[in-house]
């Protein structure tokens, strides 16, 4: 009898580590899950802050990665890259890109930019008017130099209306955290 409910008691403490072993995997995973839905982490940079939480992303979802790159570089000269940004916002300017990618055999689209005059920098306006993103999701994120997301996640949603545009990661400069950004992913749901 004795022996009987030791065999009980074994098979609880297997199924319950079983039991265990499966809801940490599940949680672990949106990633596990998101292995299932294509994933690509575009992005534009001008001075890595950006860059920096795409390459983040990419880690955490195992998508591909693609940088938005303009065929005429910006100046390295920062006040000269304001200047011109407030112009390219007034007059709505897309400037060509070196690659305007193909998001065609992909479900989700990680889409990150810097704020640039309260909204996406203009390389980003051209990615997302060049690209087909009907039935895709678009999960945005950005980062900042104070003022937070402002204007960039509505004006997205405005230029790719056929997507559905999720919650988006904003972070200040370089501050954005690997947790912080699990979090949101998993939050999504995606
Ligand atoms: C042309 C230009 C315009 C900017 N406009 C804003 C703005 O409207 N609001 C804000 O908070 N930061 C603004 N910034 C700061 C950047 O958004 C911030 O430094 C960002 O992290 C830069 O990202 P990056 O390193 O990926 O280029 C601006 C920077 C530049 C170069």
Redesign the pocket.
Known sequence: MKKFALIIAGVMVVGVAAGYLFLNQMSVGKEINMIDKKVLVA???????????AEKIKNITNGDIFEIVPKKA?SKN?DE??????EEKQKDVKPELVDNGNVKDYDIIFV????????M?SPVRTFLTKNDFTDKTIVPF???????A?STYTDMQKLAPDAKVTEGYT????SAKDSEITEWINKLKL
Do not use: F, I, Q
């Open positions: 992005y534009y940079s001008y001075s890595g802050n950006t860059k920096k939480v910006y920062y890259v304001v200047a011109l940004a407030r990150g930019t810097p704020v640039w005059w309260y909204t920098a950005c980062t900042h130099g104070g003022g937070g402002s972070s200040y400069e370089n």
